[in-house]
């Protein structure tokens, strides 16, 4: 009887540490995704979380939300923003008031052309800028408990930013207080309709859009202190990724 004979192929000692690097990289690779990503910009809420209890606010106390933008890049070439944002509006309400500029009562946000125009803030992302136009806010009652804002600025050419700037500043209004349990809402600003583009047309990275919360607490507890932790880490964190993306 004949025995069928194994074909053996023999590994060569060039094989066998070419092989040990290829499954380093893969693993290396697999955790660090990170590694091989594109550069992003980033549009945000800087606080992210707005946190309010009896002790501190109470109907009518006004807050203001502040939408930011920074790139993992610099500089960042932008001539036109629109951020749009939803929120539960049986629970805040953005501030109205009769402006001089459009002839009618509107949301209160900055820039607008009423209270300094593009001068608000220096570090507003346009800051001091001449040419194009602020555009008049816009509310919607979209039903539902649902409330949205709309607002815009455009140039009429690029400007350069090297460092994160704010887009835009709402002031809101507190319509109601929880009887117990916790009032809490998203300050969505990742929709479709929150945008930037360059002279070009939508800016040529990936925009990563990040939400915001609003949160009402009938009195301080574990709960509370808790949130308010979770805040400020995020905000620290939030400082911290400005300050490296600015280093680069």
Known sequence: MVKNKMNVKRISSVEVPLCILLLFLAAFLAASPKALADPAVRVYLEP???????????????????????SDLYPLNLMMWQVYIEFNNTMVMPVFYESETWGETIPLLWPNDDMDGRAFDADYVFYNKKGGQIAKPVYYDRGGGLGGLKHCDTLATNAS??????????????????????LSCDL?????????????????????????????????SILALLTLAAATVTTIANKKLQKVAKSR
């Open 188 to 220: 969505k600003i990742d929709n479709e309709h929150t945008f930037l583009y360059d002279s070009n047309g939508p800016i040529p990275y990936d925009v990563v859009k990040s939400n915001g919360t609003y949160t009402f607490i009938p009195e301080y």
């Open 161 to 182: 930013i090297d460092a994160p700037k704010i887009l835009c500043v709402i002031e809101f209004n507190i319509t109601a207080v929880p009887s117990d349990g916790i």
């Open 48 to 70: 992210s979380k707005y946190v309010f209890s009896p002790e501190n606010a109470s109907v009518g106390t006004l807050f203001n939300v502040t939408v930011w933008v920074s």
